[in-house]
Nanobody, 122 residues
């Protein structure tokens, strides 16, 4: 069982940066691949970035590649999403999730956080 709590969302101007954190509880955290998803109003939840258990392999969606970076600190049971050069279209609720494999589909993830709102103003 893994419990996830996101933080770090907020309001930022276009071009700005935010760092999201996802704190995980549960002794099996290190076995899981971790991902970030986002969901804008009226849209499907979409994959943003994922990272394997060691942090040595990552996968980032084309829409954020070069701007967002995912990392993890297993000693702190925490996953991060560094978001730079933010655009208004990045506005969404961002969710942290845990999976048994490095997938990009929502159904592949077993555990979810409650989400944190990111709003980018133009």
């Amino acid at each position: 069982q893994v419990q996830l709590v996101e933080s770090g969302g907020g309001l930022v101007q276009a071009g700005g940066s935010l760092r999201l954190s996802c704190a995980a509880s549960g002794r099996t955290f290190r076995r899981y691949f971790m991902g970030w998803f986002r969901q804008a109003p009226g849209k499907e939840r979409e994959f943003v970035a994922g990272i394997n258990w060691s942090g040595g392999s990552t996968n980032v969606a084309d829409s954020v590649k070069g701007r967002f970076t995912i990392s993890r600190d297993s000693a702190k049971n925490t996953v991060y999403l560094q978001m730079n050069s933010l655009k208004p279209e990045d506005t969404a609720v961002y969710y942290c999730a845990a999976s048994g494999g490095l997938g990009t589909l929502r159904r592949e993830y077993d555990y979810w956080g409650q989400g944190t709102q990111v709003t980018v103003s133009s």
